[in-house]
């Protein structure tokens, strides 16, 4: 996903405006959240996950996410009737803009929510001079 510093937040399709350039994240889903002028937010809902399941790392304009649960040792420690919650492993990326840094990530309730700033950068008018 790339995040420009321009985003219209009031659009009705963030994703569009946001120039979704991902690697397909259909698992975990995700939102884009404004947070104010400056900073936004990527929330991935990542049940069943522990604070040592999740790796994020920022690599140039590319933040990577990955969710890896420890193995148990074979034996279930539940017998399920159902299981709708998945667990499975993950890895996601969003590509950033130049303008964008990661600020922090917490995860609450099982919602991993990492924090962006953007930087407006400022309008430079250049005067060209014309030669005759």
Known sequence: MKIYYDINFEDNDLRRAA????????????NIVKLDENRAAIELAVAGFSISDIDIEQEKDVINITGKKEKSD????????????AERNFNTSFKIAENVTVGSASLENG?????????????????IDVKS
């Open 19 to 30: 120039g979704l350039q991902t690697k397909a994240p259909n698992f975990p889903p995700y």
């Open 74 to 85: 074979g034996i279930p420690d539940k017998t399920y009737i159902h299981k709708g919650i």
């Open 111 to 127: 919602i991993l929510s990492i924090e962006l700033n953007i930087e407006k950068p400022e309008k430079k008018t250049i005067k």
